[in-house]
């Protein structure tokens, strides 16, 4: 008897507890499910694998994005709020988590959709059934593809953008063979397929070796294209296979011009090779991110808070670019936002398609002052950014200055 | 020649991860499948030497050879040790996988997932030698792991204990039978593997850098050395891997760059119709 008397008070007692709290919930519900609700943005990205300073990186830019505007009112009088999600660049993963939050009732704003092209490729399919927009920094040429995917924007040059930095000094230098060298595998093959089609499309021969991925060596491949003589050499490639690419090429003395692609610019040769190894060496970067070049007015405040930040000592390794990269994803759709007087995701979309451009410095960094490097130009059948033709630049192996500048040259 | 030269010296580490496949396995009938890694493990700890504490050579190779040696006693109390006794014989083939990819990632844990650049010591400048480029480092491991693989055949074939290991990779109830400490060969056999590994981390980090999935690319080319040079033969690892980097360079070379692993993984499957046991291993008898 005693026993049951004790449980009526404690449910009794629970429920005097428990009421007012769900009252307050309710509330929040009601509250939250009105036009002033967060505009939630979805992060998902590897926190925890090869590339986590890199997601790192963008996290912290496209989160100083959210602090900057929320400072200045958010996004059409709605505060942006960002969540993140660990894929572990798994595409699986990524999916997996997605739809987890996707089931939770609420539909995320905007999406960045990873840190690969697989993953975005694999989040593509559902962010369009859900009508859900997604601006990112991946570059895969499949994800250009608006009549599939029409809410996904990029913000990053796609690698064909490079190209033409090689073509112009090949055809500076009266270069009329060009060999490449690249990872067999769907980067380097995609990256091989640019560059092979702007080398013929400008009336020059294109050779090509591969290398597997367990390759510990490359003189027997750079041997094989060295006896085709050709007067310049493309590499693609990062990391180890970088190393033993530019370790081999002074093994054998072959002391060719060597043009990075995009992914073999973006390796730290200098803590790793002697000036031996790199003469004739090039990397390609953008002008926007050389120290010598004319800088965003906005550009420090941003730097500022990036080395004031939690990922700070990410710069040293990816510059301020990649920090602007997950910043510039979110500017562009508030951009699109002011322009389009809302957030709903088919307005934003119509926004984003016909952006006005900006008449004083831009909202977003990776463009540079005026905009010049990078035109967000999109339209109805091309949702990734313009580059101009002296945006991506040639210069000798380098690193990043304090502030994220890239230094050519500078060990 | 630079070809032959680039062959030998990639074939080199090859060998190296099949010698200590087969001193594990000669002593203790187990296929070590996170030996590649442990040659990894010692690439890594000659960085933290050589350039994290800033020794010389010979202190660096020892530090690599003690602590790889120390990384594989307890791989082998963790990964083997429970399942000596078990039934089920092909348990500990699961475990050393596991030890692999635990190795992996705590490598890049500690070490990070970036290239380390590991200094030998000896000068960069290729050599002309024969006809060939060749760095100086490249034939200091061409070298030495003729030296290692020789001298570990020698030893299997003429020393007491080798032919104790020999007798247990064999028959352990029987050796056991004949007094032979089988348990204590084991051990033996895990901590000399991890100390030729460790003590070769110097040379092999030199040539590969430092980097955490090293393992990857090695454990599948060491194997490929195993299968051709026939397991439990230590004459047969070492050639086996000189002949996996020949074919693999010759075939970048002169077939075409998009074949090397085609022509060596062909090269291997043909071994293993004509002759099953490898060019050096030795036909078993088994009652069936």
């Keep these: 008897m005693t026993s049951r008397r004790t449980r009526i008070a404690t449910l009794l007692t629970t429920l005097v507890v428990t009421l007012p709290l769900a009252a307050c919930g309710d509330g929040g519900g009601t509250e939250s499910a009105g036009g002033d609700k967060p505009f939630v943005v979805y992060f998902t990205g590897d926190y925890s694998g090869a590339v986590s300073t890199n997601n790192a990186s963008l996290e912290a830019g496209i989160k100083i994005a959210a602090e900057e505007f929320n400072a200045s009112g958010g996004i059409e009088g709605r505060k942006i709020v960002v969540e993140t999600a660990n894929d572990q660049n798994d595409p699986t993963k990524a999916v997996s988590l997605l739809q987890q939050r996707l089931s939770s009732g609420t539909k995320p704003d905007l999406v960045y959709p990873g840190g690969s092209s697989a993953v975005s490729l694999s989040l593509l399919p559902i962010l369009t059934r859900q009508k859900v927009l997604s601006v990112g920094g991946t570059v895969s040429t499949l994800l250009n593809d608006p009549a599939k995917y029409p809410y996904h924007f990029g913000v990053s040059s796609p690698g064909k953008d490079y190209a033409p930095a090689l073509i112009s000094v090949a055809q500076s230098k009266g270069y009329k063979k060009i060999a490449m060298l690249y990872s067999n595998d769907a980067t380097g093959q995609s990256s091989a397929a640019i560059y092979k089609a702007a080398v013929q499309g400008a009336g020059m021969e294109f050779v090509e070796a591969r290398y597997e991925a367990t390759s510990l060596d490359m003189s027997s491949q750079l041997n094989q294209l060295r006896s085709q003589n050709p007067d310049a050499l493309v590499l693609n490639g990062y990391g180890t296979a970088a190393l033993y690419t530019m370790r081999s090429r002074?093994?054998?003395?072959?002391?060719?011009?060597?043009?990075?692609?995009?992914?073999?610019?973006?390796?730290?040769y200098l803590k790793n090779l002697g000036a031996d190894q790199l003469k004739g060496v090039n990397v390609v970067f953008s002008a926007a991110t050389l120290s010598t070049s004319e800088h965003h007015p906005g550009l420090a405040g941003f730097i500022g808070k990036i080395k004031s930040g939690p990922a700070a000592t990410g710069m040293s390794s990816t510059g301020w670019g990649l920090y602007a990269t997950g910043h510039d994803a979110l500017a562009v759709v508030v951009h699109a936002a002011r322009q389009a007087k809302s957030t709903d995701p088919d307005k934003l979309k119509a926004a984003m398609e016909s952006l006005a451009k900006p008449t004083e410095a831009p909202l977003w960094f990776n463009a540079g002052p005026a905009g010049q490097y990078l035109q967000y130009a999109y339209s109805g059948t091309n949702h990734f950014p313009t580059a101009g033709a002296d945006t991506f630049q040639y210069v000798s192996p380098g690193t990043y200055d304090g502030d994220g500048f890239y230094s050519p040259g500078k060990a | 020649m630079t070809t032959v030269w680039a062959g030998l010296a990639t074939g080199a580490i090859y060998s190296l991860v099949a010698i200590g496949y087969n001193v594990v396995l000669l002593a203790s009938g187990t296929f070590n499948f996170a030996h590649a890694q442990l040659l990894m493990v010692g690439t890594f700890l000659a960085y933290t030497g050589a350039v994290s504490l800033g020794l010389p050579a010979i202190p660096t190779v020892l530090l690599a050879a003690a602590g790889t040696a120390a990384v594989a006693l307890i791989e082998e109390r963790i990964a083997i040790r429970p399942l000596l006794g078990r039934s089920d014989a092909h348990g500990a083939l699961i475990t050393t996988?596991?030890?692999?990819?635990?190795?992996?990632?705590?490598?890049?844990?500690?070490?990070?997932?970036?290239?380390?650049?590991?200094?030998?010591?000896?000068?960069?400048?290729?050599?002309?030698l024969l006809g060939g480029a060749v760095r100086p480092i490249d034939l200091v491991l061409i070298v030495l792991t003729l030296v290692v693989g020789v001298g570990l055949h020698l030893w299997s074939r003429h020393t007491l204990t080798g032919l104790?290991?020999?007798?247990?990779?064999?028959?352990?109830?029987?050796?056991?039978?004949?007094?032979?400490?089988v348990r204590l060969l084991g051990v033996g056999a895990f901590v000399l593997a991890g100390a030729i590994a460790g003590a070769f981390g110097l040379l092999v980090g030199a040539r590969t850098y430092a980097v955490f999935d090293l393992g990857h690319a090695l454990a599948l080319f060491g194997f490929v050395a195993i299968a051709i040079g026939g397991s439990g033969s230590q004459l047969g690892g070492l050639i086996g891997g000189f002949a996996t980097g020949l074919i693999y360079a010759f075939a970048v070379r002169y077939i075409g760059a998009a074949y090397p692993q085609l022509v060596v993984f062909g090269v291997f499957l043909l071994i293993l119709f004509l002759r099953p046991r490898g060019l050096f291993g030795a036909a078993l008898e088994r009652r069936v």
């Design chain 1, 250 to 268: 002074a093994q054998i003395g072959w002391d060719v011009p060597t043009y990075c692609d995009q992914l073999g610019s973006s390796f730290p």
């Design chain 2, 164 to 181: 104790a290991s020999l007798a247990s990779a064999e028959d352990r109830q029987a050796a056991s039978a004949r007094g032979i400490n």
């Design chain 2, 97 to 128: 996988v596991g030890a692999a990819t635990i190795l992996d990632g705590l490598a890049a844990a500690i070490w990070g997932r970036q290239p380390l650049t590991v200094p030998s010591g000896l000068p960069e400048r290729p050599l002309e």
